[in-house]
């Protein structure tokens, strides 16, 4: 009979949670290119509830959508957005295999179209850091396992490096995500294979003297980087599962490093948020978190909620009731402070994107 109760009551709320997004729904938002993130989706904070979803500028607030007018056939590379003066940068592959750099004004309106001559090759992949403290733009590239970094005129590399890892610790290693910052630092996130599984590990490089910095992965979940001034945030996923006993992963019993903030000169890392989430063997669990802004979002899967916190570690919010299942992944893009409602993006494999918002207790 509790059982029962228990469904009911579970039937009962998903009815109510499944009319509240219905009538909460704001829109579909058609994605007609490729974008070339690993997971394929790009999400940028653009601040007063805008937010760039690939290449689309979507506002919270208003529920209006706005095409930044990317063509259809290039394949966007970076997305950037700054303040003071607002504006948001897009860079994407042109079809003669370069750089095309667009400037957008934050209602979307394109202040600025030009080339970077510098040729990108097929796979080739890029991305932009601004000026800063005298520091020119530059524009970073990987090719393969070769990273390089240009400034204007961009006729050559001011400096290169070959990120080929040569520690006999491990069998095969592979950059798998990169973050470039406006200093000379470079990020790397290396996936080192090992029997039977494989070894995350971070290497800080400085592209002035070449030089690096290994920091080894705790109970090696699956990452996320952003850069924040001089600082790498690292977030961390994991969905338990059946795993070899000598293969190292994030353990249950053990509390999980959330965020961690590393600074990049020194290559000091500072775990901000631990969290310990339950395993469980008949039904999903583990934990998703990403950082948007300067807040993160924490769901725990099994519980099917989540919670806000600041980048000191601070709760902002608690125990919400995450959306409903879709099929497709739900990322948080904010949370209205004055309609006490948060915002989710929702891509689908058909190329869509669905924006829901949820009511905050």
């Known amino acids: 009979m509790r059982t029962l109760k228990a469904l009911t009551l579970l039937s009962l709320l998903t009815l109510i949670l499944s009319s509240a997004v219905s009538s909460a729904a704001a829109t579909d938002v058609n994605l007609p290119y490729t974008v070339l993130d690993t997971d394929g989706i790009s999400i940028v904070p653009a601040g007063e509830g805008r937010v760039v979803l690939n290449g689309t500028l979507f506002n919270t607030r208003t529920k209006q959508a706005v095409n930044l007018g990317i063509g259809a056939k290039e394949q966007i590379l970076d997305v950037k957005t700054l303040s003071n003066p607002d504006k948001i940068i897009v860079l994407t592959r042109s079809k003669g295999q370069k750089i095309l750099k667009y400037s957008f004004r934050m209602d979307g309106k394109l202040q600025q179209k030009s080339f970077i001559n510098i040729r990108l090759g097929d796979q080739g992949k890029a991305q932009w850091t601004p000026g800063a403290a005298g520091t020119p733009e530059k524009v970073w590239v990987q090719r393969d396992k070769l990273f390089s970094v240009y400034k204007a005129p961009w006729n050559q590399a001011e400096a290169s490096f070959d990120s080929t890892y040569r520690d006999t610790a491990y069998e095969y290693s592979n950059v798998i995500d990169w973050r470039a910052s406006s200093s000379p630092y470079l990020v790397l996130e290396y996936d080192g294979s090992v029997i039977m599984g494989s070894q995350r590990y971070i290497a800080i490089v400085n592209m002035n003297d070449k030089s690096q910095q290994i920091l080894e992965v705790d109970q090696n979940p699956y990452l996320d980087l952003q850069i924040t001034g001089n600082k790498l945030a690292v977030t961390t996923n994991w969905l338990y599962q ?94 209205d402070t004055a309609t006490r409602e948060a915002s989710f993006a929702i891509f689908s494999s058909s190329s869509q994107i669905s924006v829901i918002t949820l009511p905050v207790k």
């Open 242 to 335: 059946a795993f070899p006993a000598n293969v190292e992963h994030p353990d249950s019993t053990r509390a999980q490093p959330l965020l961690s903030l590393i600074d990049l000169p020194a290559a000091a890392s500072k775990v901000i948020l631990n969290g310990k989430f339950e395993e469980k063997y008949d039904t999903a669990s583990g934990w998703e978190s990403e950082l948007f802004g300067s807040q993160l979002y924490v769901k725990d899967v099994s519980a099917h909620s989540w919670s806000l916190y600041d980048l000191t570690g601070k709760s902002i919010l608690s125990n919400q009731q995450a959306p409903p299942a879709s099929g497709h992944e739900a990322h948080f893009i904010g949370w």
